[in-house]
């Protein structure tokens, strides 16, 4: 349940689904890939779509593929972003750091 996510970590790797204003604060972000293997995936979506949201996130490849406009983020290619309250962010493999 999106009540019981851990507190975001801003070192090693991340991945998870955080509630914007719960579990992160809103505000201006960047984020990094930090393998050369794996890419950084994130999705920003709206909180009304968080039952849709966590039933695609156990199937990523299907996640990607969807509406929901996925980013990559290769590493030594950080990517900014501007998170608001009562938003969704679905980070897999990526270190985010608030600026």
């Not at 579990?23 to 990094?32: A, L, N, W």
């Not at 994130?42 to 968080?50: G, L, P």
Request: glycine share 8%; charged share 25%; aromatic share 12%.
């Amino acid at each position: 349940h999106l009540d019981n996510s851990p507190q975001l970590q801003t070192t090693g790797y991340t991945s998870g689904v955080f509630y914007v204003g719960k579990h992160i604060s809103k505000g201006e972000y960047e984020v990094e890939a930090l393998s050369d293997y794996f890419p950084c995936n994130y999705w920003i979506v709206d909180s009304s779509k968080i039952n849709e949201v966590l039933s695609m996130y156990e199937n990523v490849l299907f996640f990607r593929q969807n509406e929901y406009n996925g980013h990559v983020v290769k590493k030594g290619k950080n990517e900014s972003l501007k998170l608001k309250d009562d938003q969704i962010l679905v980070l897999m493999d990526g270190k985010l750091k608030k600026k």
